[in-house]
T-cell receptor
Framework: QKEVEQNSGPLSVPEGAIASLNCTYS??????FFWYRQYSGKSPELIMS????GDKEDGRFTAQLNKASQYVSLLIRDSQPSDSATYLC????????FGKGTTLSVSS | DGGITQSPKYLFRKEGQNVTLSCEQN?????MYWYRQDPGQGLRLIYY???????QKGDIAEGYSVSREKKESFPLTVTSAQKNPTAFYLC???????????????FGPGTRLTVL
């Protein structure tokens, strides 16, 4: 059974701080990785995708991938209260395999 | 506007009833998916389809059925055999690049089903 693991949180950070969200996956052959943000009662929306080892930056968001350690992370710089949501890590197989998500709370 | 629509937004079902959830996309995507989300849980795959008139079971297909008669449409029926159907149902679509591909899944707004 292919698995994706995330710390459920909640992760609490003050406004302006860096939030670090982590994810591990079990299938060493996985190639494609995604981070989705989900506000309460809403559907997931894509934040970042990453396919190669290293860092990928998009605005305040940086995704990091280490295939040798089977580890994906998402850094959110200058965290804002509007970033408060659940962040889902997903790994592409035939469809997406999701972790249970990490709840982030940013306090002003 | 291109996107994925799901209807209804909220659905109430009595015990023993079958209900059908609608999913339509105008993104010209070949693949479509149904996921179920329970409170505090990630998304679990129910069914997926990569081509018209063909679909595959996901991890939790028991008690559900689907059809794919048109590229744009992928309705999900929750049958009376599904013992615990109360959940948030999400439809998604993507292009197809094969296993491990870089194609991205985009989600509809979801349907919240409650069994009375």
């Amino acid at each position: 059974q292919k698995e994706v693991e995330q710390n459920s949180g909640p992760l609490s950070v003050p406004e302006g701080a860096i939030a670090s969200l982590n994810c591990t996956y079990s299938d060493r052959g996985s190639q494609s990785f995604f981070w989705y943000r989900q506000y309460s009662g809403k559907s997931p929306e894509l934040i970042m995708s990453i396919y190669s080892n290293g860092d990928k930056e998009d605005g305040r968001f940086t995704a990091q991938l280490n295939k040798a350690s089977q580890y994906v992370s998402l850094l959110i710089r200058d965290s804002q209260p509007s970033d408060s949501a659940t962040y889902l890590c997903a790994v592409r197989g035939t469809a997406l395999i999701f972790g249970k998500g990490t709840t982030l709370s940013v306090s002003s | 506007d291109g996107g994925i629509t799901q209807s209804p937004k909220y659905l109430f079902r009595k015990e023993g009833q079958n209900v059908t959830l609608s999913c339509e996309q105008n993104l010209n995507h070949d693949a479509m998916y149904w996921y179920r989300q329970d409170p505090g849980q990630g998304l679990r795959l129910i069914y997926y389809s990569q081509i018209v008139n063909d679909f595959q079971k996901g991890d939790i297909a028991e008690g559900y059925s689907v059809s794919r008669e048109k590229k744009e449409s992928f309705p999900l029926t929750v049958t009376s055999a599904q013992k615990n159907p109360t959940a948030f149902y999400l439809c998604a679509s993507s292009t197809i690049q094969g296993f491990g591909g870089t194609d991205t899944q985009y989600f509809g707004p979801g349907t919240r089903l409650t069994v009375l």
